[in-house]
């Protein structure tokens, strides 16, 4: 299992301005994911993070607009880049555990994030 | 989309009922994960279930996988009021694709 640690749990922002997302792991991992969850909606994967190479974004989420640090294997932030009433929204970090049948998806507690 | 279905969207029961919640998904799988989220805020894992198995147990828990169908189900039993949540399957092998949800409501 993981455990992850992800900050601020919420925040209300105003809108141009640009907030950064912390998530900080209990061990090593290769790969982070970072998803974003609108209001009455299930969750929707932004981006994958490696560390020592650019975050790969998935469609209709860009780089300017989300962008990713992934400094070392237990750490990543995202950040969202001013920002409109539209991303309101939960934001969740990820890790995944194990090979195989065996691979597991932990979160962290999410970022409630309100733009006004 | 490849996202999942989940069914029904909203449940209400009272308290000692059982709920069940079905899951669809559109490719093939290694596994399939359950998890609830309490008022919109992180995930909490509940089971995994591998592409091999057809019936888990964990507690009050039990998740049913149909592979040919590409489709699970999850059962609580003896609901409690604190089982009220939104449920998401999830498939996928490190980037997940999660289900539309259901959000059930447990009355005391």
């Known amino acids: 299992s993981a455990v992850i640690s992800q900050k601020p749990s919420r925040d209300i922002c105003q809108r141009g301005t640009s907030l950064t997302i912390q998530c900080q792991v209990d061990?090593?991992?290769?790969?982070m994911f970072w998803y974003r969850q609108q209001p009455g909606q299930s969750l929707t994967l932004i981006a994958t993070?490696?560390?020592?190479?650019?975050?790969?974004?998935e469609s209709g989420f860009v780089i300017d607009k989300f962008p990713i640090s992934r400094p070392n294997l237990t750490f990543s932030t995202l950040t969202v880049s001013n920002m409109s009433p539209e991303d309101s929204s939960i934001y969740l970090c990820?890790?995944?555990?194990?090979?195989?049948?065996?691979?597991?998806?932990?979160f962290g507690q999410g970022t409630r994030l309100t733009v006004v | 989309s490849q996202q999942g279905e989940e069914d029904p969207q909203a449940l209400s029961i009272q308290e000692g009922e059982n709920a069940t919640m079905n899951c669809s998904y559109k490719?093939?799988?290694?596994?399939l994960q359950w998890y609830r989220q309490n008022s919109g805020r992180g995930l909490v894992h509940l089971i995994l279930?591998?592409?091999?198995?057809r019936e888990k147990h964990s507690g009050r828990l039990r998740v049913t996988l149909d592979t040919s169908k590409k489709s699970s189900s999850l059962l609580i039993t003896a609901s409690r009021a604190a089982d009220t949540a939104s449920y998401f399957c999830?498939?996928?092998?490190?980037?997940?694709?999660f289900g539309t949800g259901t959000r059930l409501l447990v009355s005391p």
């Open positions: 990820s890790v995944v555990t194990g090979t195989g049948r065996n691979t597991e998806a932990f």
């Open positions: 061990s090593q991992v290769t790969m």
């Open positions: 993070a490696n560390q020592g190479s650019e975050a790969t974004y």
């Open positions: 490719t093939s799988i290694n596994n």
């Open positions: 279930i591998r592409s091999n198995e």
């Open positions: 999830a498939s996928g092998f490190q980037k997940l694709v």
